[in-house]
């Protein structure tokens, strides 16, 4: 019985989270594509409005390193700035490349379209859905 009530409970938890791969899909996806070759996205550089989003993954994954032994820390520090640079995004905190921030230009602010737990959820995605997907 206490099993079954905890199923049913997890159950409903889940069915009121919200989804990351949709938020970014509906968000995200017109400017960042999913996937691309690094060869592909080089060829075809000029049709791109903004990095593929397994380079933001990948890239930020690089550059957000602590020295803690525990994944978790890069984890939520990723999740911090994904969150922050989405409503915030500037030229100081970009970590793209000069030439591609000449060409696409800062990340238009997407403050006051994404509620608090769509924010998380999408930062959530980007970190777990390119762990084994990188670009290259
Ligand atoms: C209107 C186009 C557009 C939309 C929509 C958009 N972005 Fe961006 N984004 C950009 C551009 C252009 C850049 C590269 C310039 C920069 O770093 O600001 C960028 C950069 C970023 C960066 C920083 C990458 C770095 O290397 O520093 C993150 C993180 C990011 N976007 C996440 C998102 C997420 C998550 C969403 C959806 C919730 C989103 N973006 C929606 C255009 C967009």
């Known amino acids: 019985m206490k099993k079954l009530l905890l199923s049913s409970i997890l159950l409903a938890s889940s069915l009121f989270a919200i989804d990351g791969y949709k938020v970014y899909k509906k968000n995200c996806q017109t400017c960042h594509v999913e996937v691309m ?3 592909y996205a080089l060829k075809h550089f000029n049709e791109l409005v903004a990095p593929p989003m397994v380079e933001v993954a990948g890239r930020l994954k ?3 390193k602590t020295t803690d ?5 890069d984890r939520y520090l990723f999740i911090l700035f994904v969150k922050d640079y989405i409503v915030n995004p500037n030229l100081e905190n970009s970590m793209c490349n000069t030439g591609a921030i000449e060409k696409f230009g800062t990340m238009p602010s997407l403050k006051g379209k994404l509620s608090e737990d769509e924010k998380q959820a999408v930062a ?3 970190y777990d859905h390119y762990e084994n997907i990188s670009f290259k």
């Open 37 to 39: 070759d690094k060869s």
């Open 62 to 64: 690089e550059n957000i």
């Open 69 to 73: 032994e525990e994944d978790d820390v």
């Open 124 to 126: 959530e995605w980007l």
